[in-house]
Protein backbone atom coordinates (compact mmCIF):
# COMPACT_ATOMS: atom_id res chain seq x y z
CA UNK A 1 0.00 0.00 0.00
CA UNK A 2 1.51 3.34 -0.97
CA UNK A 3 1.78 6.37 1.33
CA UNK A 4 -1.16 7.82 -1.06
CA UNK A 5 -3.46 5.47 -0.03
CA UNK A 6 -2.50 4.74 3.34
CA UNK A 7 -4.12 8.78 4.10
CA UNK A 8 -6.92 8.16 2.07
CA UNK A 9 -7.56 5.05 4.08
CA UNK A 10 -6.99 7.01 6.86
CA UNK A 11 -9.22 9.47 6.11
CA UNK A 12 -12.31 7.35 5.02
CA UNK A 13 -11.60 5.48 8.36
CA UNK A 14 -12.43 9.56 10.23
CA UNK A 15 -14.87 10.36 7.69
CA UNK A 16 -16.62 7.05 8.85
CA UNK A 17 -16.36 7.11 12.33
CA UNK A 18 -17.67 10.96 12.70
CA UNK A 19 -20.33 9.87 10.45
CA UNK A 20 -21.35 6.87 12.86
CA UNK A 21 -20.76 9.57 15.70
CA UNK A 22 -23.32 12.05 14.15
CA UNK A 23 -25.96 8.93 13.95
CA UNK A 24 -25.65 7.87 17.70
CA UNK A 25 -26.14 11.33 18.78
CA UNK A 26 -28.87 11.46 16.13
CA UNK A 27 -30.65 8.27 17.69
CA UNK A 28 -29.97 9.51 21.20
CA UNK A 29 -31.83 12.86 20.47
CA UNK A 30 -34.76 11.27 18.99
CA UNK A 31 -35.06 8.43 21.72
CA UNK A 32 -34.69 11.24 24.33
CA UNK A 33 -37.17 13.27 22.39
CA UNK A 34 -39.52 10.72 22.60
CA UNK A 35 -39.12 10.43 26.27
CA UNK A 36 -39.46 13.92 26.90
CA UNK A 37 -42.70 14.36 24.62
CA UNK A 38 -44.24 11.54 26.60
CA UNK A 39 -43.64 13.42 30.00
CA UNK A 40 -43.94 16.86 29.12
CA UNK A 41 -47.43 15.79 27.69
CA UNK A 42 -48.16 14.10 30.58
CA UNK A 43 -47.75 17.74 32.86
CA UNK A 44 -49.59 19.41 30.46
CA UNK A 45 -52.67 16.70 30.61
CA UNK A 46 -52.09 16.36 34.34
CA UNK A 47 -52.52 20.66 35.19
CA UNK A 48 -55.05 20.54 32.37
CA UNK A 49 -57.52 17.79 33.90
CA UNK A 50 -56.88 18.64 37.58
CA UNK A 51 -57.81 22.57 36.58
CA UNK A 52 -60.70 21.17 34.51
CA UNK A 53 -62.27 19.12 37.49
CA UNK A 54 -61.89 21.69 40.17
CA UNK A 55 -63.47 24.21 38.11
CA UNK A 56 -66.26 21.00 37.29
CA UNK A 57 -66.04 21.00 41.33
CA UNK A 58 -66.59 24.69 41.60
CA UNK A 59 -69.38 24.88 39.96
CA UNK A 60 -71.11 22.20 41.85
CA UNK A 61 -70.09 23.40 45.30
CA UNK A 62 -70.46 27.37 44.66
CA UNK A 63 -74.09 27.16 45.68
CA UNK A 64 -73.97 25.02 48.50
CA UNK A 65 -73.40 27.07 52.13
CA UNK A 66 -71.48 24.08 53.31
CA UNK A 67 -68.41 25.15 50.97
CA UNK A 68 -68.22 27.90 51.98
CA UNK A 69 -65.12 27.69 53.84
CA UNK A 70 -63.93 25.85 51.82
CA UNK A 71 -64.19 27.76 48.45
CA UNK A 72 -61.00 29.77 49.27
CA UNK A 73 -58.72 26.37 48.81
CA UNK A 74 -60.16 25.40 45.58
CA UNK A 75 -59.64 28.56 43.80
CA UNK A 76 -56.14 28.32 45.22
CA UNK A 77 -56.03 24.76 43.79
CA UNK A 78 -57.24 25.83 40.78
CA UNK A 79 -54.66 28.85 40.95
CA UNK A 80 -51.99 25.99 40.98
CA UNK A 81 -53.20 23.79 38.14
CA UNK A 82 -53.41 27.26 36.15
CA UNK A 83 -49.38 27.91 36.77
CA UNK A 84 -48.59 24.08 36.31
CA UNK A 85 -50.44 24.37 32.85
CA UNK A 86 -48.33 27.49 32.19
CA UNK A 87 -45.07 25.52 32.88
CA UNK A 88 -46.62 22.82 31.08
CA UNK A 89 -47.03 24.69 27.99
CA UNK A 90 -43.70 26.65 28.24
CA UNK A 91 -41.49 23.41 28.19
CA UNK A 92 -42.03 22.83 24.82
CA UNK A 93 -40.56 26.11 23.81
CA UNK A 94 -37.56 25.65 26.11
CA UNK A 95 -36.71 22.71 24.75
CA UNK A 96 -37.16 23.84 21.63
CA UNK A 97 -34.69 26.40 22.42
CA UNK A 98 -32.49 24.18 24.24
CA UNK A 99 -32.29 22.26 20.58
CA UNK A 100 -31.36 25.24 18.53
CA UNK A 101 -28.61 26.24 20.35
CA UNK A 102 -27.06 22.22 20.19
CA UNK A 103 -27.46 22.60 16.26
CA UNK A 104 -26.11 26.20 16.76
CA UNK A 105 -23.16 24.59 17.65
CA UNK A 106 -23.33 21.13 15.89
CA UNK A 107 -22.96 18.82 18.75
CA UNK A 108 -24.95 17.47 21.97
CA UNK A 109 -24.13 20.84 24.62
CA UNK A 110 -23.90 19.96 28.00
CA UNK A 111 -22.99 23.30 29.64
CA UNK A 112 -26.47 24.50 28.20
CA UNK A 113 -28.61 26.90 29.85
CA UNK A 114 -31.91 25.99 28.24
CA UNK A 115 -31.38 22.24 29.60
CA UNK A 116 -31.34 23.90 33.29
CA UNK A 117 -34.49 25.90 32.40
CA UNK A 118 -36.09 23.13 31.04
CA UNK A 119 -35.88 20.79 33.95
CA UNK A 120 -36.65 24.31 36.13
CA UNK A 121 -39.53 24.74 34.26
CA UNK A 122 -40.72 21.05 34.36
CA UNK A 123 -40.06 20.57 38.50
CA UNK A 124 -42.21 23.65 38.89
CA UNK A 125 -45.10 22.43 37.05
CA UNK A 126 -44.96 19.07 38.92
CA UNK A 127 -44.46 21.49 41.98
CA UNK A 128 -48.07 23.26 41.02
CA UNK A 129 -49.59 19.78 40.56
CA UNK A 130 -48.94 18.86 43.95
CA UNK A 131 -49.52 22.33 45.68
CA UNK A 132 -53.05 22.27 43.94
CA UNK A 133 -53.89 18.98 45.31
CA UNK A 134 -52.46 19.58 48.68
CA UNK A 135 -54.89 22.97 48.97
CA UNK A 136 -57.64 20.37 48.01
CA UNK A 137 -56.98 17.96 50.53
CA UNK A 138 -55.85 20.37 52.99
CA UNK A 139 -59.12 22.54 52.60
CA UNK A 140 -61.11 19.77 52.55
CA UNK A 141 -59.94 18.21 55.84
CA UNK A 142 -60.14 22.01 57.73
CA UNK A 143 -64.04 22.24 56.08
CA UNK A 144 -64.51 18.65 57.32
CA UNK A 145 -63.83 19.71 61.02
CA UNK A 146 -65.53 22.88 60.50
CA UNK A 147 -68.49 20.35 59.65
CA UNK A 148 -67.84 17.80 62.47
CA UNK A 149 -68.11 21.07 65.33
CA UNK A 150 -71.52 22.19 63.96
CA UNK A 151 -73.30 18.83 63.65
CA UNK A 152 -72.18 18.10 67.14
CA UNK A 153 -73.67 21.56 68.24
CA UNK A 154 -76.31 20.61 66.35
CA UNK A 155 -76.71 17.85 68.09
CA UNK A 156 -76.05 18.83 71.79
CA UNK A 157 -79.02 21.67 70.93
CA UNK A 158 -81.33 19.12 69.75
CA UNK A 159 -80.62 16.96 72.87
Known sequence: MTPREHRLRAQELRLRERDLELRHWQVRRESRSKIADSGFRSLFIMNGVGALALV???????????????????????????????????????????????????????????????????????????????????????????VDEDSQDAHVTRT
Open 56 to 146: AFLSAAITEPEANDFLPFLLAAIACHSVGLIFGSLLYWTRYMKWRLEDDRGDYVTRNPWWWITWLVSIGSVVMFALGIGFVVYGGFTSLGD
